[in-house]
């Protein structure tokens, strides 16, 4: 999968990234801004030892509301090639990391694939986790088949209209929801060790945010509808607002508990089994890692 003429992502923008920033803002290098163990994933990707995070800099997708808007939005970090990202993988699984979680990778899926493969061939052996916006093509899906093990996406809306105003993408639910099932079809319903760290599968996040129950209903509707009632997700509370959000509403306050309780209520009721659920006092900074230091 080459950069010239990227189309690694819904945005297509046919850009050599050589010579030109692509909308995600980044030229043809691999930055990673944080490389570290991470404990604020789902318990199953966390578990004691934490999941090796590698927070890659910028997004294809690039919200209004971004909870890591510090890497976000310009290039920041270290430019790494395919072997010193294997060479990071490495690192974090000597530390105990359970996983190797890519965090926003999309853009960097290139180095990504090659990295992977040469981690394998010097000892590398956990899962690897896909911890993405959801805004993919089945294209790059397909060329990470058999590559990563858990799916981490994001399902962050249905509506054409919330994900234009607030992610600049009317097409995110065209393209997201076939991600998602192209996902499960690759690693199915999350299975889990005799200590609960998982080992393959689908986890589907959605952040709520302030006034959008209605938005959480539809996209429980979705993957109730597609996907087993076993399918794992994961309803997050820890909404703050941050970047252009803090002035622009509904996105300019934190989410109320009667609303976290409803959307967690309705998937109850429509007959989830497997949800993750964030102590409501999770709206802190304290899910956000702190991205001016690379590695713990
Ligand atoms: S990865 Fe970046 S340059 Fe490539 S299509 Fe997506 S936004 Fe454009």
Redesign the pocket.
Known sequence: MK?MN??????????D?STK????G?DDGCYVARASLHMWEEPPISGTKGSGAIFFSNC?LRCTFCQNSGISRSIVGKRLDENQLASEMLRLMEAGAHNINFVSP??HVKTIIKAIKLAKKNGFTIPIVYNTNGYETIKTLTALNGLIDIYLPDLKYVSPELSRRFSGAWDYFEYASKAVLEMWRQVGTLSLDNSGIAKRGLIIRHLLLPNCVDEARRVLDFISNELPKDTFISLMSQYVPMAEAASVPPLNRRITKREYERAVGYALNIGFRNIFIQRFSSQTLEYTPDFSVYSD
């Open positions: 950069t990227c189309s690694i992502c819904p945005r297509k923008c046919n850009i990234r920033f692509g909308a995600c980044l294809n999309t853009p």
